[in-house]
Every structure is written in structure tokens, then in C-alpha cells.
């Protein structure tokens, strides 16, 4: 894969105690010298226009006073620094770059995977929170928009956590489909099934909110059976992942079983469902806590696209999962199992 990674990204300092740090993106690239085939591309920060494309202006200026002032905990969770600033320009940039790779051609091996930080889809238009200032994956869907390079984007947030702010940000748009797994009753407390979207967005919003404890099977079982249809209906140019990988088994903040081969299963999910809708595919960074898990989840992303073949689940997902599967298909019409 060619991963977009850019030094700036580091300077964004949280302090020593915050699970979001530098060390997320040391890790990855610790991890990822070890793999065959690994690319970085230093890509440019993106246009303050290109931000505000999907975040209001007075926000937008709002943080760089902040960041331009010295920075200081913006609430009890998100951070900044004087150099955040530049950090989440450059973030936003990265996954910008990637979307535009994707499209341009670049999959298979050179499948793009933007590597910033600030993280960004807790986002919402006119706010930061949860360790996120600007909506990475968002500020990319909307520049190939913008630009014409696409008509119809689906992001698929992978993250322990719902991606509220990219839901919200799109909630009555009909050109971006948005879906998340993601742990029931966590963070932010968004993402419930009946959130299907609102206006010429009525049914473009998919969430899957697990029960605490799913795994590997839950997981794919949900992709297949409710967000791979529903996509397919879509009919994407581009697939963007927001991957966050916080729901393996051991990372610290979340109460999920996904195993490290568990993300070569969704990885191999993705790969079908693109191959099956003709959908370019870009992967950008979201959360993932645990530094060895993180860099595993990161470098079995890679390794699937270099040719590696994930093991299938070992076991059935829970009945609990699959009634909630069946109540997603109803809510978007794709009829019973």
C-alpha cells in the first residue's frame, strides 16, 4: 500500500497521559518496516477553503485563534497545541490525497492509506471533540465532490466508536452514504439504528450498533448481511474506510473482541464489495489506542492488499447480533434473512 504520512502530524502534542499521542503513528511505521512493499507519500496540508467546505467558517477560525494563542484543552477530551493547527490542516490534507489517489487509479498494491493525526470523525460542522478538530474523511469526500472527480461516496467507519460528526455532516445529503459498526452505548451515545438519515438523505445513514463483546464473526456477519447490500443499492465511485482499529480485543478503551486477523476479514470484505460495485478504495486513519495493536491492525490492512488470504471467523455471531442485523435490513429495506 502507499501510505500518506507526514512528520507534521507528530508536533500535535497532547500531553503524557492522553491516549491520543505521537506514539500512535511511531508505532504504525515501527510495524509497517517490517512488511514488503510499504510506500509513504508526504502529501500537501489541505486549503483552509477545503476544510471549511464541510466546517463552518467562524469554527474553523475559531480554532486556529486557539491553536494561534497557544492551544489548551478545548473540552476535557481534545487538546491542541500552537502547532495543531498545522498538524490538522495536514491530517485533512492526507486523507484528501488519498481519496484523490484512489480515484486516480491508484489500488491493489497502491491502494492509499492516509497516517494522520489528529483523528477527525467525532468532528460535527461547527465543533471539536473526541480527540478530533477537523473531519478527515469528510473533508475528502467533498473535495472529489467538489472537484467532479466523484458523484456518490460511501464511507464505511470501522471505529469502535460512531463517527457522529461524519454522520452528522452528511446526515441529509443524498451523495455520501455513511455506516459504522461500532460498540452499542459507547462514545459519543450516537448511531442507533433508527438514525437513517433525514430529507434528500433518507436512508444514506446505516449504523450497526453492536452489543459490547462482539467479534470477528459479529463484525463480518454485519458487513455482509446489512452494509454490503445497502452499498451495492448505493452504488459508490469511491469507498472510503474511517479505520479506527479500537475495537481489537486488547486495546484499552473499548470492550470489543475483533482479533488482528478479525481486520484482514473486513479488509477482504472491503476488497469484494469494491471489486463487486467497481468503488475506488482509500483508507484513512481514525482511532486505535493499544500500540501493538494499532500497528498489527495498520499492517494486516497492508498485508492483505499485498496478496495475504485472512482466515475465516471461528465461530457463529451471537443471536443477539444477528436480531439487530435483521432490524438494520428492515429499516432500509432490505427485507428479512
Known amino acids: 500500500m502507499q501510505f500518506g504520512y507526514s512528520e507534521t502530524c507528530l508536533d500535535h502534542d497532547t500531553g503524557p497521559r492522553h491516549p491520543e499521542t505521537a506514539d500512535r503513528l511511531r508505532a504504525i511505521r515501527r510495524g509497517l518496516a517490517k512488511r514488503h512493499g510499504v510506500e509513504y507519500v508526504d502529501a500537501p496540508p489541505a486549503e483552509k477553503s477545503t476544510v471549511a467546505a464541510v466546517h463552518d467558517d467562524s469554527y474553523v477560525d475559531e480554532f486556529h485563534d486557539f491553536c494561534s494563542d497557544g492551544g489548551g484543552n478545548w473540552d476535557p477530551d481534545t487538546v491542541a497545541v500552537e502547532a495543531s493547527w498545522d498538524a490538522a490542516l495536514t491530517a485533512a490534507g492526507l486523507a484528501e490525497w488519498a481519496a484523490r489517489a484512489a480515484l486516480d487509479g491508484d489500488d491493489g498494491r497502491d491502494t492509499p492509506f492516509s497516517l494522520g493525526r489528529p483523528p477527525g470523525h467525532h468532528a460535527v460542522e461547527d465543533d471539536a471533540m473526541g480527540f478530533c478538530f477537523f473531519?478527515?474523511?469528510?473533508?475528502?469526500a467533498q473535495a472529489v465532490i467538489d472537484d467532479g472527480l466523484a458523484e456518490r461516496v460511501a464511507i464505511f467507519d470501522w471505529d469502535v466508536h460512531h463517527g457522529n460528526g461524519t454522520q452528522d455532516i452528511f446526515y441529509d445529503r443524498g451523495d455520501v452514504f455513511y455506516t459504522s459498526i461500532h460498540e452499542d452505548g459507547l462514545y459519543p451515545g450516537t448511531g442507533e439504528v433508527e438514525e437513517t438519515g433525514e430529507g434528500d438523505g433518507e436512508g444514506s445513514t446505516l449504523n450497526?450498533?453492536?452489543?459490547?463483546?462482539?467479534?470477528?464473526?459479529?463484525?463480518?456477519?454485519s458487513f455482509d448481511e446489512a452494509i454490503a447490500p445497502a452499498v451495492e443499492r448505493f452504488d459508490p465511485d469511491l469507498f472510503i474506510v474511517s479505520a479506527g482499529f479500537d475495537a481489537h480485543r486488547?486495546?484499552?478503551?473499548?470492550?470489543?473482541?475483533?482479533?488482528?486477523?478479525?481486520?484482514?476479514?473486513?479488509?477482504?470484505?472491503?476488497?469484494?464489495?469494491?471489486?463487486?460495485?467497481?468503488?475506488?478504495?482509500?483508507?484513512?486513519l481514525e482511532g486505535g489506542y493499544g500500540l501493538d495493536t494499532?500497528?498489527?491492525g495498520v499492517a494486516t490492512v497492508h498485508e492483505t492488499f499485498d496478496g495475504r488470504i485472512a482466515m475465516g471467523p471461528d465461530e457463529d455471531p451471537d443471536e443477539k447480533n444477528v436480531e439487530l442485523v435483521d432490524d438494520v435490513r428492515a429499516?432500509?429495506?432490505?427485507g428479512a434473512k
Not at 450497526?208 to 456477519?221: C, T
Not at 429499516?331 to 432490505?334: I, K, N, S
Open 135 to 140: 473531519n478527515n474523511a469528510a473533508v475528502a
Open 208 to 221: 450497526v450498533p453492536l452489543r459490547a463483546g462482539a467479534g470477528d464473526a459479529d463484525y463480518v456477519y
Open 250 to 284: 486488547h486495546d484499552p478503551i473499548s470492550r470489543m473482541r475483533v482479533s488482528t486477523e478479525g481486520y484482514a476479514m473486513l479488509t477482504e470484505c472491503v476488497q469484494e464489495l469494491c471489486a463487486a460495485t467497481d468503488a475506488a478504495i482509500a483508507f484513512v
Open 294 to 296: 494499532l500497528s498489527e
Open 331 to 334: 429499516a432500509h429495506g432490505l
